[in-house]
């Protein structure tokens, strides 16, 4: 897949995302779909923020690091946009629970901080 193609069905899809968030939290009443409207409203926000955050992330790589190859920036970015999708939802998951505090939050960055530099570990051996 060229860089133009992967760079165009990932801002569609990221596009039909948000549309699809926009649309559970217009027209999904939680109270009376239960788990289910639930569940779709937090898959639609983690897809959503994975294709924001790894376009913005390619688009910073590419203009800030010009010489590496476009498909290392793809893959880095996409796997970094994966974890703050974890993050993110994590966190809204946890304050619909009224369990966020600082320290739970430090704790939630600490445990992805440590994944990220385990995938970078490896991926040198």
């Given at each position: 897949?060229?860089?133009?193609?992967?760079?165009?069905?990932?801002?569609v899809a990221t596009l039909l995302c948000w549309g699809a968030l926009a649309l559970v939290v217009f027209f999904v009443d939680p109270n009376e779909s239960g788990?289910?409207?639930?569940i779709i409203f937090y898959a639609a926000?983690?897809?959503?923020?994975?294709?924001?955050?790894?376009?913005?992330?390619?688009?910073?790589r590419y203009y800030f690091q010009p010489r590496?190859?476009?498909?290392?920036?793809?893959?880095?970015?996409?796997?970094?946009?994966?974890?703050?999708?974890?993050?993110?939802?994590?966190?809204?998951?946890?304050?619909?629970?009224?369990l966020v505090t600082w320290?739970?939050?430090?704790?939630?960055?600490l445990i992805l901080t440590v994944l990220e530099m385990l995938v970078l570990s490896l991926k040198k051996q």
């Amino acid at each position: 897949m060229t860089l133009a193609r992967y760079l165009f069905f990932m801002t569609v899809a990221t596009l039909l995302c948000w549309g699809a968030l926009a649309l559970v939290v217009f027209f999904v009443d939680p109270n009376e779909s239960g788990l289910i409207g639930i569940i779709i409203f937090y898959a639609a926000e983690f897809f959503a923020v994975i294709g924001t955050a790894s376009l913005v992330g390619f688009l910073c790589r590419y203009y800030f690091q010009p010489r590496e190859f476009s498909h290392i920036q793809v893959r880095n970015s996409f796997r970094q946009a994966v974890w703050l999708g974890f993050l993110i939802t994590g966190a809204l998951i946890l304050q619909s629970l009224n369990l966020v505090t600082w320290w739970i939050l430090l704790i939630l960055v600490l445990i992805l901080t440590v994944l990220e530099m385990l995938v970078l570990s490896l991926k040198k051996q």
